[in-house]
């Protein structure tokens, strides 16, 4: 017995480390905390934070000139300390802001700015003239940036509904222009559609999407080489042969909602609310392709069972050499709380953990996630005693 003892402390003593994600501590990103002010990551496909050349920008929608406007904030990815908030917005009112990094500290926000979705270029130096990227009634804008090439895709008012559409962007100095908008679907509007997430791979672009056609939401995914053509929609979400709510008579579908993607070129990354167990709310689901997009392999829960009785808000999604990322919110603790968990193999996910500065005292909600140069970057929006502030913190995997 004392030779097995000691032969096993011999093992555990060899066993290498596990590797996990270490976060340097959070810093604002929003400035200090303001009472009364209410900041927002909320922006469709939660492509909140970009990064280009040596900097890394953050944008968000808060209330601190007196109505809803779009700002950014801008650090070096390998300094802590964000600059002064930059305003992005013009009009009386913007909302869901989104970017993209356009290289050399460049960046590209597409915003909602008086029920229309415009686009401004802009870095810590200078901004572009802001323009429009529909002259119709529009929101919910998602951008792309990969090979080269700028893609947009919103939602456009078409009667009663709003219909997915997209277009290709091209950036000349601090110029902003649009190129034929489509429809991503050719079918009919019939419905809405709603809240895009478009994401770069190496074949072209893949997109997701809630769409209510069928009578309840589900969600759609579509890829192009060229973003002027799509192939037809897929199903992304599995709707179980009889759902709880059906059961309860609450509803035809399961309920689901704010899908995310992310991309590394190859394999795309989705995450999304979904209320099949309905009885506990909505859980985060996962699926992932390996073929850029064109078909998702089964639906996966992302989440531990140490979450089963809490709902779920507010999934993004990043993927990373490491495994695939997911983040959201939910309050298991008695307390919103940012909460994440790596895909480390096929269907396997890590025990959820959570980040200093994302739990604890206040509210923390909304996490926005980027996989770029070897750091992943969380972003969310922290609630306190003394206001609400955009807060920020890198990891390294170690």
């Not at 096993?8 to 596990?18: E, H, K, M, R, V």
């Not at 130096?125 to 951008?143: C, E, F, I, R």
């Not at 759609?220 to 929609?233: E, I, V």
Request: charged share 20%; proline share 5%.
């Amino acid at each position: 017995m004392r030779m097995l003892a000691a032969g096993l402390l011999g093992l555990a003593l060899t066993l290498p480390a596990q590797a996990e994600w270490v976060f340097a501590d959070f810093e604002a990103a929003s400035g200090e905390p303001q009472a009364k002010l209410f900041p927002h990551l909320e922006s469709a496909g939660r492509g909140n934070l970009a990064a280009s050349g040596d900097r890394l920008a953050v944008v968000w929608e808060d209330n601190r000139d007196g109505s809803p406007q779009v700002y950014a904030a801008l650090r070096r990815i390998d300094q802590p300390g964000f600059a002064a908030p930059l305003r992005l917005s013009t009009g009386r009112e913007a909302y869901e802001p989104v970017i993209v990094g356009l290289g050399a500290g460049r960046f590209l926000a597409a915003f909602e700015q008086d029920g229309q979705v415009v686009a401004r270029v802009f870095s810590a130096a200078a901004q572009g003239v802001l323009a429009p990227l529909d002259q119709t009634v529009s929101a919910q804008v998602t951008l792309a940036a990969g090979n080269g090439r700028l893609h947009a895709a919103w939602g456009r008012r078409d009667g009663r509904f709003l219909r997915l559409v997209s277009a290709p962007l091209t950036v000349d100095g601090t110029k902003v222009s649009v190129g034929t908008a489509r429809a991503v679907d050719v079918s009919p509007a019939q419905d809405e559609q709603l809240y895009a997430s478009l994401t770069a791979t190496a074949r072209g672009y893949a997109i997701a999407w809630e769409d209510r056609r069928a009578g309840h939401t589900r969600l759609l995914t579509a890829t192009s080489r060229d973003g002027a053509q799509w192939s037809a929609p897929q199903p992304l979400n599995e709707i179980p042969r009889q759902s709880s709510a059906a059961e309860l008579g609450l509803g035809r579908g399961p309920g689901v909602t704010r899908v995310s993607l992310a991309s590394d070129g190859a394999t795309v990354a989705a995450v999304w609310m979904d209320k099949r167990d309905f009885l506990s709310g909505y859980d985060i689901y996962a699926g992932v392709s390996t073929d850029h997009g064109a078909s998702f392999g089964a639906n996966e829960k992302a989440q531990d069972a140490f979450g089963a009785e809490t709902p779920q808000w507010h999934p993004a999604v990043a993927v990373t050499p490491h495994g695939v990322v997911a983040a959201w919110d939910d309050p298991r603790d008695d307390s919103p709380d940012i909460w994440l968990s790596t895909r480390r193999g096929e269907k396997e996910w890590s025990d959820d953990f959570s980040v200093d500065g994302a739990a604890g005292p206040g509210s923390q909600d909304n996490p926005v996630l980027l996989w770029h140069d070897g750091r992943l970057h969380l972003a969310w929006v922290h609630k306190g005693a003394e206001g609400a502030q955009v807060r920020y913190a890198q990891a390294r995997w170690e």
